[in-house]
């Protein structure tokens, strides 16, 4: 166990349909990122937290995507009109003091 | 710019006999690199790490990989292989004067252990 929690662990939407997924990493974590994972791929960098600060965002974030993280603790990753290539796996990760990125379990996501 | 390639989609061993996943990395400085394991629905789990020093690196459950800076490689090994192994196995990459701290990640290799 991480410490790192994600939710909900499975999300099936219409397309078009809105969409959020949450993450709370644990408190010494003050670097957060969210990547995206599709199938047959590692993971690929969204973007990331210094505390409650988005400090760089992906070109795979299209307009679509926003991402917070008020107060500097749990993060939530919303999608709006979904599309089906949207489905994918949505990880969490919170870095660690000695470098290591601790991952949640993670937010399937399926867009029929 | 950063990027990992790890050449083999599926690794299959029989059990008891040693592994290797192999990885190659790109950095534009000097690397931070790493393995992580993935089971079927679930997160990433971090396995080891290579920071500096020792070019071998011991990690959970009996892994170890060998950085060769020369050959620009980090690959995994284990003398002798579980079913229980059998899992994704991705290597990722950070460049060291990076203040931003993201990971580039292979594709994943899949491992197949037999009993």
């Known amino acids: 166990d991480t410490g790192v929690s994600q939710d909900p662990r499975h999300k099936i939407t219409k397309r078009g349909q809105n969409v959020t997924f949450r993450c709370d990493p644990i408190?010494?974590?003050?670097?957060l990122y969210w990547y995206r994972q599709t199938l047959g791929q590692g993971p690929e960098f969204l973007t990331y937290?210094?505390?409650?600060?988005?400090?760089?965002k992906s070109r795979l974030l299209s307009d679509r995507f926003s991402a917070e993280r008020p107060k500097g603790s749990f993060s939530t990753l919303e999608i709006q009109r979904t599309e089906q290539g949207d489905s994918a796996m949505y990880l969490c990760?919170?870095?660690?003091?000695?470098?290591?990125?601790?991952f949640g379990e993670g937010s399937r996501l399926t867009v029929l | 710019a950063q990027s990992v390639a790890q050449p083999e989609d599926q690794v299959n061993v029989a059990e008891g006999n040693p592994l290797t996943v192999k990885c190659t990395y790109s950095?534009?400085?000097?690397?931070?690199l790493f393995w992580y394991v993935q089971y079927p629905n679930r997160g990433l789990q971090f396995l080891l790490k290579?920071?500096?020093?020792?070019?071998l690196v011991k990690g959970s459950y009996g892994f170890e990989a060998e950085f060769n800076k020369s050959q620009t490689s980090f690959h995994l090994k284990k003398p002798s292989a579980l079913v229980s192994d059998s899992a994704l196995y991705f290597c990722?990459?950070?460049?060291?004067?990076?203040?931003?701290?993201?990971?580039?990640f292979g594709r994943g290799t899949q491992l197949t252990v037999w009993p």
């Open positions: 990760a919170g870095l660690a003091g000695n470098g290591e990125l601790f």
């Open positions: 408190s010494e974590h003050n670097r």
């Open positions: 937290f210094q505390n409650e600060a988005q400090l760089e």
């Open positions: 950095v534009s400085g000097n690397p931070y």
């Open positions: 290579y920071i500096t020093g020792d070019n």
């Open positions: 990722a990459v950070r460049d060291r004067g990076s203040t931003l701290g993201r990971l580039y």
